[in-house]
C-alpha cells in the first residue's frame, strides 16, 4: 500500500526567510502525481503545486517549488520569502493516475513576523 | 477556474435526525468526486468515492447505510448522514476530481457538523 510521510508536524520560519517542508512517499508505481495542499485556518484546502512523476524538471509555482527525488521517493516544498499568509497545515499528497490520493500527516507551518 | 463549492458550511442538528451536504463543481465536470472526514490536527480521512451514474465506494470501515451518497450529475454530489449521533460530530470535505490533464482533486470549503 502506498503510504506518504511527513516528519515534520511543526515548522516555523522568519517572515522573508525561506523553509522546507519535507515528504517521503513509498510506492511500486512508476507513473503517479504528487501534490502539496495548503489548509489555513479557514480549513479551505488550496493546491500549491503539482509535480508529475515522468517529468524530471521540478515544478515550481512563484514562490513555492519542490525538490523532486524520484529514486528516493522523495518530495520536499520549499517556500521563499515566506509572507504570514504562508501559515497553514501543508500536506503532501500522492495519486497513483487516476486512482484516489493518499494524504500525509501534515505540517503546521507558523511564520513569525 | 477549478471552483468547488459546499453548502453548508455549517449545520447543527439534533441525535437522530439527518443531514444533507452538497458539493458542487462549479466551472467543470466532474466524473469523480471524493469525501473526506478531518478530526481536529488530523489529515484527511477518506470516506467514500463517489461516481456519477453508479453506487459510491466505501472506505473499510465507513457505514455506507449511515452516510448516503449520491452523485446525480457530473456537477452534484451529496452527502446524507443519516440519524446523527454526537460522535458524527466532524468537519466533513468534498472535492472533485478534474482529469483532462489535470489530474487533480479540489477542494469544497468543508462543512462543520455538530450533532446535538
Known amino acids: 500500500a502506498q503510504t506518504v510521510t511527513q516528519s515534520q508536524p511543526e515548522m516555523s520560519v522568519q517572515e522573508a526567510e525561506t523553509v522546507t517542508l519535507s515528504c517521503t512517499y513509498d510506492?511500486?508505481?512508476?507513473?503517479?502525481?504528487l501534490f502539496w495542499y495548503k489548509q489555513p485556518p479557514s480549513r479551505q484546502m488550496i493546491l500549491v503545486i503539482r509535480?508529475?512523476?515522468?517529468?524530471?524538471q521540478n515544478a515550481t509555482e512563484n514562490r513555492f517549488s519542490v525538490n523532486f527525488q524520484k529514486a528516493a521517493k522523495s518530495f520536499s516544498l520549499k517556500i521563499s520569502d515566506s509572507q504570514l499568509g504562508d501559515a497553514a497545515m501543508y500536506f503532501c499528497?500522492?495519486?497513483?493516475?487516476?486512482?484516489?490520493?493518499?494524504f500525509g500527516p501534515g505540517t503546521r507551518l507558523s511564520v513569525l513576523p | 477556474g477549478a471552483v468547488v463549492s459546499q453548502h453548508p458550511s455549517r449545520v447543527i442538528c439534533k441525535s437522530g435526525t439527518s443531514v444533507k451536504i452538497e458539493c458542487r463543481s462549479l466551472?467543470?465536470?466532474?466524473?469523480?468526486m471524493f469525501w473526506y472526514r478531518q478530526f481536529p490536527k488530523q489529515s484527511l480521512m477518506l470516506m467514500a468515492t463517489s461516481n456519477e451514474g453508479s453506487k459510491a465506494t466505501y472506505e473499510q470501515g465507513v457505514e455506507k447505510d449511515k452516510f448516503l451518497i449520491n452523485h446525480a450529475s457530473l456537477t452534484l454530489s451529496t452527502l446524507t448522514v443519516t440519524s446523527a449521533h454526537p460522535e458524527d460530530s466532524s468537519f466533513y470535505i468534498c472535492?472533485?476530481?478534474?482529469?483532462?490533464?489535470?489530474?487533480?482533486?479540489?477542494f469544497g470549503p468543508g462543512t462543520r457538523l455538530t450533532v446535538l
Open positions: 472535492s472533485a476530481y478534474r482529469d483532462r490533464g489535470a489530474d487533480t482533486q479540489y
Open positions: 499528497a500522492y495519486s497513483p493516475y487516476g486512482q484516489n490520493f493518499v
Open positions: 510506492t511500486s508505481e512508476s507513473d503517479y502525481y
Open positions: 466551472d467543470f465536470q466532474a466524473t469523480t
Open positions: 509535480q508529475e512523476a515522468y517529468k524530471q
